[in-house]
């Protein structure tokens, strides 16, 4: 059972312009949640986080948004750089629980 | 952050054998450390938690006889796949939590043939 879903497969961007990634998650226990960045054969590099007690976090050209009651979040790029292609996962882990539950991933193709 | 390697970055195989996959952490003393599996172009599935001193706990589904976990250390845990089949092959990560994230090996492809 998918906790964490990451239902665009793949997104192309311009450079210079916009990436919005979506992540949406079923487990109201979940309360905090990441976004790593993955290139082929790699492990995955954290990107930047948010607790369920916040509803925006900035850092840099990555702003992640947390809907709680829509039980969604958002990572946005902006601008989005060639370097930035890569797949990225949303992952959430539940209060006092070590896990993490990754979605499906989102390919990103930043277009010069 | 923690840094995290892991040793061999890949591995073929033989069906039958046995493979050892060795997960550091090198800056970081960790009581817990996570192994995943990736297969292509799906989702990081967590295999089991691996705890130091102890026996590791394993998720649904996953063969705690066909997956050995050993995590012996603070810094080291092992993964052995025993007796591998073709269908083994994948991409297996590791990780460690740090202070807000967790921290990633480079992970091991392995193959089996």
């Known amino acids: 059972d998918q906790q964490v879903k990451q239902n665009s497969p793949s997104l192309s961007v311009q450079e210079g312009r916009i990436s919005i990634l979506n992540c949406d998650y079923t487990?109201?226990?979940?309360?905090?949640f990441l976004w790593y960045k993955k290139y082929p054969a790699e492990g995955p590099t954290f990107l930047i986080s948010i607790s369920s007690i916040k509803d925006k976090n900035e850092d840099g050209r990555f702003t992640v948004f947390l809907n709680k009651s829509a039980k969604h979040l958002s990572l946005h790029i902006v601008p989005s750089q060639p370097g930035d292609s890569a797949v990225y996962f949303c992952a959430a882990s539940a209060l006092d629980d070590y896990k993490l539950s990754f979605g499906a991933g989102t390919t990103v193709t930043v277009r010069a | 952050g923690a840094v995290v390697s892991q040793h061999p970055s890949r591995v073929i195989c033989k069906s039958g054998t046995s493979v050892k996959i060795e997960c550091r952490s090198l800056?970081?003393?960790?009581?817990?450390m996570f192994w995943y599996r990736q297969f292509p172009k799906q989702s990081l599935m967590l295999m089991a938690t691996?705890?130091?001193?102890?026996?590791?706990?394993?998720e649904q589904g996953v063969e705690k006889d066909k997956f050995l976990i050993n995590h012996a250390s603070l810094t080291l845990s092992t993964l052995t796949v025993t007796s591998a089949h073709p269908e083994d092959s994948s991409f297996y990560i590791c990780s460690v939590w740090g202070e807000y994230e967790q921290y990633f090996g480079p992970g091991t492809r392995l193959t089996v043939t």
């Open positions: 691996s705890n130091e001193g102890s026996k590791a706990t394993y």
């Open positions: 800056d970081f003393q960790a009581t817990t």
């Open positions: 487990n109201s226990m979940f309360d905090y």
